[in-house]
């Protein structure tokens, strides 16, 4: 079985469909929230995703966007995006957005949430957070989003370790980085984030779980920064969520 994992595709649809091109064919396709907020193209990808999706779950931004709750703790670009997405989204986007499950929700093969398994909006950023949720782990790979950096973290010997995929930095070319999954180790992977990377890479990030091979491999795929950026601009959202994709900061 192979499961294509995205997370944090926020509104970008350009980044959206370069990766769903790129990754072949699957089997399953996981989404790991924060599919609108950020980007100008809220109800294309919730159309596109919602077809698609076989598993998902809610992200903060998903949250706000849809009325489920307040921007209050967010900056003041992010907010202005999220009250724009809101007012954009059509019923049906706002419905099924709405409906996004709250994580961690299990799969056959690995657990979903948007940030950590212990609570879904917090960030795993760093070997200390992710330790006590790779202690209490029930499942041998728990899969997560919400930081927009691609890797994660293993727990071996009772130590956290962290889990960085070597990539080629072509920026014009897409690249891959393979991990074999050790049977005794357990793991929190992210497949990093489709529309707006900050690990500073611009190229859409996703992975592919194959439960039969025990790999997860990570993937950068080149999409048109320009033509997302420029939807932004369009848009009349804050001059600094078109830039940072230039950049994957
Ligand atoms: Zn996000």
């Not at 089997?27 to 990808?45: I, K, R």
């Not at 919602?50 to 706000?64: M, P």
């Not at 984030?193 to 500073?200: A, K, L, N, T």
């Amino acid at each position: 079985m192979r499961a294509l994992i995205v997370s944090d595709i926020h509104g970008n649809l350009e980044a959206l469909e370069a990766v769903l091109a790129a990754a072949g064919s699957w089997d399953q396709l996981w989404n790991l929230g924060d599919t609108v907020g950020y980007g100008a193209s809220p109800n294309e990808v919730v159309q596109r995703i919602c077809r698609l999706a076989t598993a998902g779950v809610r992200g903060n931004h998903d949250k706000v966007c849809c009325g489920l709750a307040d921007p209050l703790m967010f900056n003041p670009a992010a907010r202005e995006a999220a009250l724009w997405t809101r007012a954009q989204l059509s019923p049906d986007s706002l419905q099924w957005l709405r409906a996004q499950a709250a994580g961690p929700l299990p799969t056959a093969s690995a657990v979903l949430t948007h940030g950590s398994p212990l609570h879904e909006d917090q960030y795993l950023l760093s070997t200390r957070e992710a330790w006590l949720p790779l202690q209490q782990a029930q499942v041998s790979c728990t899969l997560f989003g919400h930081t927009h950096v691609q890797g994660g973290f293993a727990l071996q010997r009772e130590r956290s370790q962290a889990v960085q995929p070597l990539h080629t930095r072509r920026t014009h070319h897409g690249s891959r980085w393979t991990l074999q999954l050790a049977p005794e180790q357990r793991y929190l992977l992210n497949p990093g984030s489709v529309g707006q990377p900050r690990d500073g890479d611009p190229r859409a990030a996703y992975a592919i779980l194959d439960d039969g091979a025990g790999t997860v491999t990570f993937y950068r795929e080149p999409y048109d920064v320009d033509l997302a950026g420029g939807r932004i601009l369009l848009a009349g959202l804050p001059e600094r969520l078109a830039r940072r994709l230039h950049t994957g900061r």
